[in-house]
């Protein structure tokens, strides 16, 4: 277990507080940050190119409806979380509460990850609004050295700053003879490969109504309960927060959906997420409960594959994954509900492993 700091203790009380504080800070956001995207037209502009850079007639068929759709609704998502963030300092300094959730041990590294990674989606969108840039948003290249940018600033703060060099194997005594492995200064590539390929996989999965918010508020409950356990209070108290602000934002983007999270919401819960992840040392249990977040992202990667080698023959009918099972005539709200049914499943597992592992 890295040595984060485990004071000061907030009680599970407070977490569910707070976590409500976001909640319904989030909601009744809502309306007026809704209409402020329908007065600046901000709405989504939908992929006319598969993947593979092919036409996407899978996609149009099923999502063509959903052309101007408010987005950029991650905005809101982080936004909420901040505000929380901060007014538990306030409820501090007024004597409300004991402490509040802006801790440097706990809290600065995740909130900072999330409004780097939100800012750079942000951007993205606006770009893919306004039909700026080459692929309509920011052009590969710039936005993986900023990928790489945000990434980064965490990575050398727990190499270099903290010394951390190491990842926990869960029950690696019981297998191997050894509870962690040795990275060294690999530590640096392999954490920017988790946090960026997070990011990417979980924007990827954002492609239904209500799908990946429904899928990281278990992602960042389960991380909540072991965060808890592993007696890392604050950061359980951020985790609940992000979930009640995903919550209120789920209570508007279930089918059919009010507005979308977009690359500022997606890209912004998908790097805090991984980083959580190893701050509580549980990389290797990351991909376990963001399940259906690396199938959505290995779909993509099998189809691009498959497509180049064997001569344009695809394995599914559309990818990421769940358009290939919206393609097999499911349903948008059947494949929101069994992915959610299979990724809560995987994070319970999850949650067990990091907890006795």
């Known amino acids: 277990m890295f040595p984060l700091p485990v004071r000061p203790y907030i009680s599970l009380p407070e977490?569910?507080?707070?976590?409500?504080?976001?909640?319904?800070?989030?909601?009744?956001?809502?309306?007026m940050f809704v209409r402020l995207l329908h007065r600046y037209k901000l709405g989504k502009q939908?992929?006319?190119?598969?993947?593979?850079?092919?036409?996407?007639?899978?996609?149009?068929?099923?999502?063509?409806?959903k052309a101007g759709t408010p987005t950029m609704?991650?905005?809101?998502?982080?936004?909420?979380?901040?505000?929380?963030?901060?007014?538990?300092?306030?409820?501090?300094?007024?004597g409300l509460v004991d402490h509040s959730l802006l801790q440097r041990g706990q809290v600065y590294i995740p909130l900072g990850v999330l409004l780097g990674f939100g800012i750079i989606g942000a951007i993205d969108d606006y770009c893919n609004i306004c039909g700026f840039g080459k692929n309509r948003g920011i052009n590969a290249l710039p936005k993986m050295l900023l990928f790489l940018l945000v990434s980064a600033i965490p990575a050398y703060w727990f190499y270099s700053v903290l010394g951390y060099d190491t990842i926990n194997i869960p029950f690696g005594t019981q297998l191997f003879g050894v509870d962690t492995l040795h990275l060294g200064w690999l530590y640096i590539p392999f954490f920017?490969?988790?946090?960026?390929?997070?990011?990417?996989?979980?924007n990827v999965t954002d492609g239904?109504?209500?799908?990946?918010?429904?899928?990281?508020?278990?992602?960042?409950?389960?991380?909540?309960?072991?965060?808890?356990?592993?007696?890392?209070?604050?950061l359980a108290a951020f985790c609940g927060v992000t979930a009640g602000a995903l919550a209120a934002f789920l209570w508007f983007?279930?089918?059919?959906?009010?507005?979308?999270?977009?690359?500022?919401?997606?890209?912004?819960?998908?790097g805090t997420l991984a980083v959580i992840a190893f701050m509580i040392d549980q990389v290797l249990v990351l991909p376990i409960i963001g399940f259906i977040f690396v199938i959505e992202m290995l779909s993509v990667i099998i189809?691009?594959?498959?497509?180049?080698?064997?001569?344009?023959k695809k394995i599914f009918r559309s990818a990421p994954i769940h358009h290939h099972f919206e393609a097999l005539e499911w349903g948008e709200s059947k494949v929101t509900m069994r992915f959610w049914i299979v990724g809560a499943f995987f994070a319970f597992l999850g949650v067990l492993i990091g907890i006795y592992g």
């Open 15 to 31: 977490i569910l507080l707070y976590s409500t504080l976001s909640f319904l800070l989030a909601l009744v956001l809502t309306p």
């Open 46 to 65: 939908l992929r006319v190119q598969a993947v593979d850079g092919g036409s996407a007639s899978v996609f149009l068929s099923y999502h063509q409806k």
């Open 73 to 94: 609704g991650g905005i809101l998502i982080w936004s909420s979380i901040v505000i929380t963030v901060f007014l538990s300092r306030l409820f501090s300094y007024r």
């Open 192 to 202: 920017l490969f988790v946090v960026i390929g997070t990011t990417n996989a979980v």
């Open 208 to 234: 239904l109504d209500g799908l990946a918010g429904g899928l990281l508020i278990i992602a960042f409950g389960a991380f909540a309960i072991i965060a808890y356990v592993t007696q890392l209070y604050v």
């Open 253 to 270: 983007n279930v089918p059919p959906a009010l507005f979308y999270m977009g690359d500022t919401g997606a890209l912004a819960l998908g």
């Open 303 to 312: 189809q691009l594959t498959s497509k180049k080698l064997r001569n344009g």
